[in-house]
């Protein structure tokens, strides 16, 4: 904003003014970093601690960004999905956890994507363990804390590198570790279905 009595050739000087960066601002920034910090790194081991670092601060951010759409619309809270077999979570809706929210910036499903077929300053990240209430969704409730208790926990690793991001319960505030500080195991992402049962023998037949 151009402060008053300020104008092309006057000789006051030009007052800039504007608002705190949006959510949606920052992860444009933190993208941008991380591929350029990732790529730059010439030693293999400091580039996969890197990669596990940017990949707990990318979910801190995402978590930020689900709770922020919850306080918005508190009605259809917003969540997250962790895919560990697919290496991969997006951002959704509680009503609809299986179908991504379209990202504010790319305008496509809200999807970040581990390993060789993902993001490429990911490809050697992988989810290696995941706490989040008994299942795989992280929901917010309409205050913006989580839906469950205990805190959420996502462990990653990249190469001999590993990660850990802690959500807390009542606010939703995040811890990123460089160590694993809890013991949590790796929840497959759809539950396995028990064997059918094996059809009954068929009735003798009376003639044989």
């Not at 300020?6 to 003014?17: F, L």
């Not at 970093?33 to 730059?40: E, F, H, M, N, P």
């Not at 010439?42 to 689900?66: G, H, K």
């Not at 009503?95 to 990911?122: L, N, R």
Request: charged share 25%.
């Amino acid at each position: 904003m151009i402060g008053p009595g300020s104008a092309p050739g006057d000789q006051g000087e030009w007052t800039v003014k504007r608002s705190a960066y949006s959510v949606i601002e920052m992860l444009i920034v933190i993208v941008v970093v991380g591929i350029v910090a990732v790529v730059a790194w010439p030693d293999p081991e400091t580039a996969e601690r890197e990669q596990a670092r940017l990949a707990a601060l990318r979910f801190e951010d995402d978590v930020a960004f689900a709770r922020s759409l919850t306080i918005r619309d508190p009605f259809d809270p917003g969540a997250i999905k962790v895919d560990p077999d697919n290496n991969c979570y997006h951002l959704c809706r509680k009503s609809t956890p299986d179908t991504p929210i379209m990202h504010p910036v790319k305008k496509k499903p809200y999807v970040v994507k581990y390993g060789a077929d993902g993001e490429a300053c990911f490809d050697k990240v992988k989810i290696v363990g995941a706490e989040l209430g008994g299942d795989t969704l992280l929901v917010f409730e309409p205050a913006g804390s989580l839906d469950q208790s205990s805190p959420a926990v996502l462990h990653r690793s990249a190469g001999g590198a590993i990660a850990e991001v802690t959500v807390a319960p009542a606010a939703a505030t995040t811890v990123v570790n460089e160590t694993f500080t809890k013991t949590v195991t790796l929840v497959p992402s759809e539950e396995p279905k028990p064997p059918d049962d094996p059809p009954d023998d068929p009735p003798d037949d009376p003639d044989d």
